[in-house]
């Protein structure tokens, strides 16, 4: 949600930023270039310490590690879905571990601290869920290692409601995926104008 709104007025910004080439002349000049200008360090800026959190490895305090072993012939896409308590802001959270080559394995960590349960599901391409697993956490001081030996779903139920959260994720990381695109489009715009101007 954060996120969202943010690249909402990101976009809007360099949208008025890319309208405000036009003004050259005149007593707005200085001023149009002063926020083009602002706009595009701060776009810099932002999106390198975006790009610079999504690449870093993802341990949080007391995480619980998590090593997911693919042992099916297959490579499957994999997702975690932790149950927190209820006083907790998020029921239901979920991440996306990735798809698992047969024999490969990752590593994920877990934000445990209100939660002692998580769902491991697993696709065959984009839609087939074709491995649904619970599993319990009695000692967070001790991290996971799950290895997938065949393809089961221990709660058609719970595996259904898993498929909501894990389709409502999707959805919300797509919809980010665009407002991203259109940013990085907006900066590539900007920037090419300003150097243009400059020139």
């Known amino acids: 949600m954060y996120y969202g709104i943010y690249y909402i007025g990101h976009l809007w910004s360099s949208l008025l930023s890319l309208f405000l080439y036009k003004v050259k002349r005149g007593k707005l000049a200085n001023w149009a ?30 995480s619980v590690a998590l090593q997911l072993i693919n042992k099916l012939p297959q490579p499957l896409d994999f997702y975690v ?15 996306h571990i990735g798809v698992i080559r047969p024999e490969y394995y990752r590593i994920e960590y877990l934000k445990m601290e209100k939660s002692d349960e998580y769902w491991i599901v697993g696709y065959l391409g984009k839609k087939n869920l074709v ?13 996971q290692i799950i290895e997938v030996n065949n393809y089961i779903n221990q709660s058609a139920k719970l595996s259904d409601l898993a498929k909501k959260h894990i389709d409502a994720y999707n959805y919300e990381n797509t919809k980010l995926g665009i407002w991203v695109v259109l940013d990085f489009l907006l900066l590539f715009l900007n920037l090419t104008l300003l150097l243009r101007k400059r020139k």
């Open 33 to 62: 270039k002063g926020f083009r200008i602002i706009t595009l360090v701060f776009s810099f800026s932002v999106f390198t310490y975006w790009f610079i959190k999504k690449s870093a490895v993802r341990i949080v305090q007391d």
């Open 81 to 95: 879905v932790t149950l927190n308590d209820v006083e907790a802001d998020n029921a239901i959270e979920t991440q």
């Open 131 to 143: 491995y649904f697993s619970q599993h319990s956490v009695p000692n967070k001081n001790i991290d």
